[in-house]
């Protein structure tokens, strides 16, 4: 079934896929190159990044475009919310309910065909808020 050239690359996918569905951190791309060169220490960044947008591509993954600068993955495809902290950028999931009607009404007011939505909630989380000493309070979480 698969190609003797793409075999190698299906591991390296394979492997970049078991590490960002182990985590809930929602990594960068930089950050699962550090987990997966833990277990293929000859990986490049090129090839985790490459295999990130395929696998994104293929629906394998998501692709979060919430705010920050740096691309987020997301190894659950299933809709779900987020909230992001704007104080270090950290994105967690919600345990909510999509509410699929505003997918319907969306679609009454307009002329597309609405297939899904996407909700980010912002907000503090508990170690930016907790600290009353300004710690977690910086601007630049690296
Ligand atoms: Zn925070
Ligand atoms: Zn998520």
Same mark, same amino acid.
């Given at each position: ?30 950050? &699962? ?8 220490? #000859?990986?490049?960044? !090129? *090839? /985790?990044?490459?295999?990130?947008? %395929? ?5 394998? &993954? ?8 740096? #691309?987020?993955?997301? !190894? *659950? /495809?299933?809709?779900?919310?987020? %909230? ?43 170690g930016c808020?907790?600290t009353g000493n300004n710690k977690g309070r910086k601007?630049?979480?690296?």
């Amino acid at each position: 079934m698969f190609e003797a050239q793409n075999l190698r690359l299906t591991k390296q996918r394979q492997i970049i896929l078991d590490e960002l569905r182990k985590v809930i951190s929602h990594p960068t791309a930089d950050e &699962i190159y550090q987990m997966v060169r833990k277990r293929m220490p #000859k990986i490049s960044l !090129g *090839t /985790v990044y490459r295999n990130l947008e %395929i696998m994104s591509d293929c629906g394998i &993954i998501q692709k979060l475009d919430v705010g920050g600068t740096q #691309k987020r993955f997301d !190894g *659950t /495809v299933e809709n779900h919310y987020h %909230i992001r902290c704007v104080e270090c950028n950290k994105v967690a999931d919600i345990e909510m309910k999509p509410n699929h009607k505003v997918d319907s009404e969306a679609q009454k007011m307009t002329s597309f065909e609405v297939l899904r939505h996407r909700l980010e909630f912002m907000g503090i989380c508990p170690g930016c808020k907790g600290t009353g000493n300004n710690k977690g309070r910086k601007n630049k979480a690296s």
